[in-house]
């Protein structure tokens, strides 16, 4: 994660960025489910965080160099179940 505006955080607020984990709070608690998006970011383990060490952790990816990075979005997982 960098501040690059087009593949990073560039464009984020502060307060864009601690939403992001904050939002995820009430699915931390539960299992992801068949056909949820995945991601290699770990949202959910973050969302339990307070919203002052989310703060400090936009503050110190903000003095990072910014890396201009190809984003691959990743596709459903389908249910074998389902197939």
């Known amino acids: 994660i960098t501040p690059d505006s087009a593949t990073g955080i560039g464009a984020w607020s502060r307060e864009r960025f601690i939403g992001a984990f904050t ?7 539960r299992p992801p489910t068949s056909g949820e998006r995945r991601s290699p970011m770990p949202w959910l383990s973050f969302a339990g965080m307070r919203e002052e060490d989310l703060g400090a952790i936009y503050d110190y990816l903000r003095t990072v160099e910014p890396v201009r990075n190809e984003v691959i979005r990743f596709a459903r997982e389908q249910d074998p179940a389902a197939e």
């Open 23 to 29: 939002a995820r709070r009430s699915q931390a608690a």
